[in-house]
């Protein structure tokens, strides 16, 4: 059976259902990370006291994580503007640099959790750590489900562009709409925890 | 996003690089403001605008928002209405 609307829009909503379902899993995505920064809120407008994210945390790795996050956004949305070009060789060379700078900012992460360990600072620590690593560990989540979604589509799922090119180009569209989101959050993560 | 030329795209990836640079140029101002140690109201507002700056440049360029659809902008709507209902509702409770 044929899935309708992947490609052309359907005739109520004028877009694919692919779009309009993507955009509704990201408007829940925004209630989830909502109610972390509001309890993140909640917690500090709470606490007698509570600490600079600058003198707990690496602001020159989150600065750094930050950039490649961005540089991330380009070239997901890159790989899809090379589809719409048909040069499919570019936007496999995009996308793979998206995956790549994903693992980047793992590593980044995981060198700055690792710093955290060492120095016996784990959730239980504090109210700002377990908010911290709650949030963060839940925006890690999200880009290890970037990378899996991405990587599907730079090597198997790419076969698809010979047979069915513009249901390809919009399976590329929505998967950079998740991962524009998962930058977005970052963007606002990052001032929140860690330059306040 | 509607069906677009090529011509149309290559104006879009030139749009890219110029919101790529904005967003790194925004970081570098935001981190710098920190480092003025800022009361934490001021702190808070100039983080907070620069951020929304940021996020506005991601959400209408890579995300397309500029040129979507309107039931787009009616599923953000109601979704922006909650979740400012989420954030003003530990400010609004910790003063009672």
Known sequence: MEIPYTVHPHPVTGIPNGKLGIWL???????????????????????PSWPH???????????????????????????????KLNQFGKFKLYLGLTVLLAFVFLV???????HHFSAQEFPRTSTFLSIYFTITGLHGLHVIGGIVVNSYLLLPGSKMWKKDPDRFA?????????????????????PTLYLL | MSVESAEDIKKHVRVYILVFVALAVLTVVTVSISYLHLSTGW??????????????????YFMHLISEKQIIYWVLTLCLIFFLFLMFLPVAT???
């Open chain 1, 53 to 83: 994210g600058y003198e707990e945390l690496s602001v020159p790795l989150a600065t750094f994580n930050t950039l490649v996050l961005i540089a991330s956004s380009v070239t997901m949305v890159m790989s899809w503007a090379s589809l």
């Open chain 2, 43 to 60: 702190a808070v507002l100039f983080a907070l605008i620069v951020a929304t700056v940021k996020g506005s440049l991601v959400a209408c």
């Open chain 1, 170 to 190: 919009n399976r590329i569209e929505y998967a950079g709409l998740y991962w524009h989101f998962v930058d977005l959050v970052w963007i606002f993560l990052f």
């Open chain 1, 108 to 114: 980044v992460k995981a060198f700055e959790y690792g």
């Open chain 2, 94 to 96: 910790s003063s009672m």
């Open chain 1, 25 to 47: 899993f990201l408007a829940s995505e925004v209630m989830l990370f909502g109610a972390l920064f509001s309890s993140y809120i909640l917690l500090r407008v709470g606490a």
